[in-house]
C-alpha cells in the first residue's frame, strides 16, 4: 500500500510560480509511474503530467501546460514535484498526485492504484 499526501497549494496570482509536492509513504516507489491531475467543481478529473521510473525518467506534458510547468522526481526523498511557472486563472484546480507500478501513466490511463486527497490551487487574475 502506497499512501500520497501532496502539499504546496496555495493562492497565487497569475503570473507567479508555484511548487507543488507530493510524498509517498509505505513503499518506495522508484518503481512506480508518478503523475499530477487536477480538476474543478464540475469537470473530470484531467492529466497535467507523469514522469516514467525507467529509462531516465520520460515525461509526458498535457498541452495546456507544456512549456509551463515540469514535473520531477526525488526517489531517495520518495517525493514527486510539479513546478509551475506563469500560472494562469485557468490553472485553478485542486491538483492530485498518483501513482502506479505501470512503466508510465498516459493522459487517457484509468484505474490508477494510488491517489493523494489534492492539494488546491488557485490563481487569481
Known amino acids: 500500500q502506497v499512501q500520497l499526501v501532496e502539499s504546496g497549494g496555495t493562492l497565487v496570482q497569475a503570473g507567479d510560480s508555484l511548487r507543488l509536492s507530493c510524498a509517498a509513504s509505505?513503499?518506495?516507489?522508484?518503481?512506480?509511474?508518478l503523475a499530477w491531475f487536477r480538476q474543478t467543481p464540475g469537470k473530470e478529473r484531467e492529466f497535467v503530467a507523469s514522469?516514467?521510473?525507467?529509462?531516465?525518467?520520460?515525461?509526458y506534458y498535457a498541452d495546456s501546460v507544456k512549456g509551463r510547468f515540469t514535473i520531477s522526481r526525488d526517489n531517495a526523498k520518495n517525493t514527486v514535484y510539479l513546478q509551475m511557472n506563469s500560472l494562469k486563472p485557468e490553472d485553478t484546480a485542486v491538483y492530485y498526485c498518483?501513482?502506479?507500478?505501470?512503466?508510465?501513466?498516459?493522459?487517457?490511463?484509468?484505474?490508477?492504484?494510488?491517489w493523494g486527497q489534492g492539494t488546491q490551487v488557485t490563481v487569481s487574475s
Open positions: 509505505g513503499r518506495t516507489f522508484n518503481t512506480y509511474a
Open positions: 514522469i516514467n521510473w525507467f529509462r531516465g525518467g520520460n515525461t
Open positions: 498518483a501513482a502506479d507500478q505501470r512503466p508510465f501513466l498516459t493522459a487517457q490511463a484509468t484505474d490508477i492504484q494510488y
